[in-house]
């Protein structure tokens, strides 16, 4: 795991009386306040949020292919966000994923052809174990290649976001409406799933722990997006990475 610096800004303000500068108790209250504030930054408040990417194959990214998460990642650092990716995964599926970007954080929680339901019955240790502060769920793209009901997706969606606030209450999910694929079939069941995703989402949502929308559908294109009509190639990877970048850099 790989932890970014970033400036911590304050400001701290000394009052004078009159024309004169501080009395001497004034002054030695000022610096007690300041060693206050430096003490209040505590290695919790000053720690990396830890972002789990969340999903199937089009999280994980083959040996070969960089995933969506390499962009993020680049667009993470490139604005000095601090950000601590997470997961009990490091690799591609079949090997390593090829991202160039400097320091890049390949932990990840994306597992190669994995229905919702399976990573249901696997969320609660997962999370235990990594403890992540934000969460981006990319799922149902599996659960529709093989019949599962909208239901059962739903339902399972809505239990894994359950699952993940018993380990963190103020967790924040990232909800994706899933890329299309290349299969008009599919294409049309994966949009009738999606449309679902904002009901979830506000029946879901706490003020502790929102859940969040983030559209992945609109404006991708899997001709041009994707190396065999499903698996994101780098531009299909860079639009994914920027619709998740907007969803999440004011919580970083």
């Known amino acids: 795991m790989h932890r970014m610096r970033s400036q911590v800004w304050g400001a701290l303000g000394v009052a004078l009386l ?7 108790g004034e002054a030695l209250e000022a ?28 999280t994980q990214g083959a040996a070969g292919h960089a995933s969506y998460r390499c962009q993020l990642w680049r667009k993470m650092t490139a604005r000095d966000n601090r950000a601590d990716f997470v997961g009990t995964l490091s690799t591609g599926y079949l090997g390593a994923n090829t991202c160039s970007s400097g320091g890049f954080d390949s932990d ?7 229905r919702t339901d399976q990573v249901l019955a696997n ?23 093989h019949n599962q009901t909208e239901d059962s997706t739903v339902l399972e969606l809505e239990q894994i976001i359950d699952r993940l606030r018993v380990v963190n209450p103020r967790v924040k999910v990232f909800l994706a409406q899933v890329i299309p694929t290349a299969g008009a079939m599919l294409a049309l069941k994966l949009q009738s ?41 780098l531009i299909g990877e860079e639009k994914m990475a920027e619709r ?6 004011e919580h970083l």
Request: negative net charge.
């Open 123 to 145: 969320i609660s240790n997962w999370a235990a174990s990594t403890q992540p502060d934000l969460v981006l769920i990319h799922l149902g793209t599996n659960d529709t290649y």
């Open 244 to 249: 998740w970048y907007q969803a999440i850099r």
């Open 108 to 114: 990840h929680e994306g597992h190669w052809s994995w």
């Open 18 to 24: 009159g024309c004169g500068g501080p009395l001497e």
């Open 193 to 233: 799933l999606n449309q679902r995703m904002p009901l979830l989402a506000a029946a879901k949502s706490t003020e502790d722990s929102p859940v969040y929308v983030v559209d992945q559908w609109t404006g991708f294109t899997p001709s041009t997006d994707t190396y065999d009509g499903v698996h994101p190639n």
């Open 31 to 58: 610096l007690g306040t300041q060693e206050a504030g430096v003490a209040a930054l505590s290695p919790k408040a000053l720690a990396p949020k830890k972002v789990m990417p969340l999903g199937d194959s089009i």
